[in-house]
Structures are given as C-alpha cells and as structure tokens.
C-alpha cells in the first residue's frame, strides 16, 4: 500500500539521490515544494515523488541543463494541470455542495429551518416521506464519499 507522505531519508531511498540533491532541487524547481510537518521535517507526496523522477530524467539522462529542464517542466506542469480531470474526492465535495444547494433552493430542507417549523398534519407525511428520501440519498453519498478518503 502507497504512503500518503514520505521523509526525505525514504525519498532518498527511492529515487536513488542524495538529500542534499533533493535539498538542492528545491530550490531549483518551482514546482518542488514538499510540505513540512509540526517538527519541520520535509514530508513528500507520491506527486513530488514523480515529479523528482521527472527531474532526474531530465537532468541524468536527457542531459539537459537545470535552466533547460526548468522550461520544460513549466510547460509539463501547465499542460499536467488542463488535461488531468478533478480527483474524484473534489468531484463528490462538487456534488455534495451542488446537491445542498438544490436542496435549500427548492425548499426541501424546511424541517430544519426553524422559522419554517409550522406544518399541517397533511403536508406532514409527505413531507417526512421526501425527507427520507433525501436522507437516503445523501446517507449513500457520504459512503461514497467515505470510500473515496480511505
């Protein structure tokens, strides 16, 4: 199982650099910025990781230059960014907020709205019964949901 963050001595391991390299790539590459952790450690993600490997393709066995290996992963990284689709963890917060938002604009949240508490005995099954509904729906998306986090 992947790893959602990895210490330089890992990445070290990995890429088969040195970390001094890495420490140097960082300030190099733009695009390298590997997040910190409460004890100021640097904590990479698979994407840095990836984009360590491209770097080193570029510069060990492309031989490009760091300036010429900088242009070409400022056009990569741009091109990257319009052709990969939303992960799909943003795509349900997307319909989740969508999916809300429907729900307050046509009214059908009322039962949680304080000022709107007041509802005859008719209006009152049916209403429970859309709630129920909704409830169901929105209890299958958190799964969903839930199963994309872990």
């Given at each position: 199982?992947?790893?959602?963050?990895?210490?330089?001595?890992e990445v070290s391991k990995i890429t088969d650099l040195e970390?001094?390299?890495?420490?140097?790539?960082e300030t190099e590459f733009e695009q390298l910025k590997p997040a910190k952790n409460l004890a100021g450690n640097?904590?990479?993600?698979?994407?840095d990781i990836k984009l360590i490997f491209q770097?080193?393709?570029?510069?060990?066995?492309?031989?490009?230059?760091i300036e010429g290996a900088k242009?070409?992963?400022k056009h990569f990284t741009e091109k990257e960014e319009e052709e990969t689709p939303p992960p799909k963890l943003e795509?349900?917060?997307?319909?989740?907020?969508?999916?809300?938002?429907?729900?307050?604009s046509k009214g059908e949240l009322r039962l949680f709205e304080e000022n709107e508490m007041e509802l005859n005995?008719?209006?009152?099954?049916?209403?429970l019964?859309?709630?129920?509904?909704?409830?169901?729906?929105l209890k299958s998306f958190l799964a969903d949901l839930l199963e994309e986090i872990e």
């Open positions: 199982m992947k790893k959602l963050y990895y210490s330089i001595s970390q001094y390299v890495l420490r140097y790539w640097r904590i990479y993600t698979n994407k770097i080193k393709k570029l510069l060990r066995e492309e031989k490009y230059t242009k070409l992963l795509i349900l917060k997307k319909n989740l907020s969508t999916r809300a938002y429907n729900l307050k005995r008719e209006d009152t099954s049916e209403t019964k859309d709630l129920k509904k909704d409830l169901n729906e």
